[in-house]
């Protein structure tokens, strides 16, 4: 009353408000907090920047979003202030204008500066001695691909940028000890390109001794890695480096093989006339086993060898030789998705392939091969592709009896040698290999290669080929920096689960305290469950 008195109004209106009820004035406190701090709250930079890159935005776009809220987003030079810290030292660089390189040393330096920034609280945690045999494992490879050309003269007349050739690596897994036991930190998406960091992007197009020299070229610099010393907030810590050459496809493990023919089994020598022979023991050559499975690859290969048994169904024959021959086969051909495509191999690509595997009952109606064949493929892609540990025995007895029942089937068309790599090498490969398989995919790498073609075009400046080399590789950094990508939130799981015949041949994962175990062994159970209702199992043929 007092207050109304004294025209206080607003002031006597919220003192009735507030002694209504006893709860009334706790709330009105809170809303009034929470009000203040939207307010004042600005993004830190990571989490900006962390968004920048997760949103793909470029300068513009992110000043058009700016204006709507400037108190909560900082002004653009305070990101690009946080985007230096994820690009290594300049002296690193190497950049022309068909060429643009990070000296490896650097690139994993920076790398491992990134990732254990990002790991802080566990890294002090561990004991020194922990801290001082720390071990990166990453992946590498290689791989080549067609861009679009520019219009810009080049320095020299003689270079083209219609073909890159580009190697990167993934850092895959965190250990420490003299076992490597423990598991401090594990790449979650080993498949994704947004760990994948560029190591030298060439504009040549992909030939034997090009590829030839890019594998020398960094495996002399894999050979000269030094530890690397990381000290922040009075913690030290020492990591050496482990890099395995599995980011390649069959024309990578070719070359590096110096395997001329494309029928020839890259592993043993064989050649597709031998491949349907299984007691042919050839003499395995044990550094083309590193090479890994390509299982983006192998994928596309299996579906591919379906669709040619499909054609070749009605005369049963191999190579066709006579008109009449083609004539059958073109007719099955048509109103199937096998295009091939002007320049490179053809328009099979990994997410026709998965489609084509998902539901091997339609895939058998419509190809007329064997559902039983397609399923036991299914199954070996899924246990390869999982990233988990497994059982070898039961696997390579599994691709045995797949490879019998395929040449009992299908005895007049050879095995391919992808699928000869896998049904008859895979066990092999998987045993010298460092991490499980499904890890150690190319998938990646090829990923990058849509990304250096959207890069180039939207976020690049483009007044010197030199300025936009630069800008390429600095965004490739961006988006594959450990710290960044680790804030990112958690993309939701869209996997399927796995089939029982598959879950029978993996190994779950021993829950280690320090990795997020988010597939442990109930989940595997609970999708072993789900998967019951599957009409077919291994055991019944
Ligand atoms: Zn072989």
Redesign the pocket.
């Known amino acids: 009353m007092s207050l109304q008195s004294s025209v206080r109004r607003d002031a006597s209106q919220i003192l009735t408000e507030l002694v209504k009820s006893p709860k009334r004035a706790t709330k009105y406190k809170k809303a009034y907090l929470t009000s203040l701090q939207v307010d004042t709250t600005q993004l830190t930079p990571l989490r900006t920047l962390s968004m920048f890159v997760e949103a793909d935005l470029t300068r513009k776009q992110y000043e058009i979003i700016r204006t709507s809220n400037k108190k909560l987003y900082s002004c653009y030079s305070v990101l690009q202030k946080e985007k230096r810290k994820c690009y290594p030292q300049k002296e690193s660089y190497r950049v022309t204008e068909t060429c643009a390189e990070i000296e490896l040393q650097h690139l994993l330096d920076h790398t491992v500066t990134r990732l254990l920034t990002y790991l802080q609280d566990i890294l002090t945690d561990l004991t020194q001695e922990e801290r001082n045999t720390l071990e990166l494992i990453s992946k590498w490879g290689c791989d080549g691909s067609q861009q679009s050309q520019f219009k810009q003269k080049m320095q020299n007349n003689d270079a083209t940028d219609s073909n890159i050739f580009q190697s990167c690596l993934v850092p895959l897994q965190l250990v420490c000890g003299k076992n490597k036991k423990k598991i401090i930190w594990q790449n979650p998406t080993p498949s994704s390109p947004r760990y994948c960091r560029p190591i030298r992007i060439r504009f040549v197009k992909e030939t034997t001794d090009i590829t030839n020299s890019e594998i020398n070229y960094v495996q002399n610099q894999i050979n000269l890695l030094k530890n690397n010393l990381f000290m922040n907030e009075g913690v030290s810590a020492s990591v050496r480096h482990s890099m395995a050459f599995t980011m390649v496809d069959g024309k990578v493990c070719n070359a590096a093989t110096q395997t001329t023919s494309t029928m020839r ?1 890259y ?2 020598g ?1 050649t597709s006339k031998q491949f349907n022979d299984l007691t042919i023991k ?1 003499v395995v050559d044990v550094e083309a086993l590193a090479f890994g499975l390509s299982i983006l690859h192998a994928r596309i290969r299996f579906f591919e060898s379906i669709l040619h048994l499909s054609y070749k169904l009605p005369v049963k024959k191999w190579q066709l030789r006579s008109e009449a021959d083609k004539t059958i086969v073109f007719r099955e051909e048509t109103g199937l998705i096998d295009m091939p495509k002007a320049g490179f191999g053809n328009t099979n690509d990994g997410n026709t392939s998965r489609r084509f595997f998902s539901n091997p009952h339609k895939a058998s109606e419509i190809t007329g091969v064997d559902f039983n064949l397609i399923y036991k493929l299914k199954i070996i892609l899924e246990v390869i592709s999982s990233g988990h540990k497994v059982d070898l025995k039961k696997f390579a007895d599994y691709c045995l009896e797949t490879a019998k029942y395929y040449i009992a089937l299908y005895p007049w068309h050879p095995i391919t040698p992808t699928m ?2 896998i049904l ?2 895979g066990a092999t490969v998987m045993e010298i290999a460092l991490l499980p398989i499904g890890m150690l995919s190319e998938e990646a790498a090829e990923a990058r290669n849509k990304h250096f073609r959207l890069y180039r075009n939207s976020f690049a400046r483009k007044f010197s080929r030199e300025e936009c080399n630069v800008d390429v590789l600095n965004r490739l950094l961006l988006s594959s920096d450990p710290l960044i990508t680790s804030l990112r939130p958690k993309p939701p799981k869209s996997s399927k689960p796995f089939s029982k015949e598959a879950i029978e041949m993996l190994i779950a994962p021993d829950v280690d305290e320090n990795v997020d175990n988010s597939d442990s062994e109930e989940q595997v159970e609970e999708k072993a469950d789900e998967s019951e209702d599957e009409p077919w199992h291994s055991s019944s043929s």
């Open positions: 089994c592993i043993c064989a050839k000869h790599k008859v090498h």
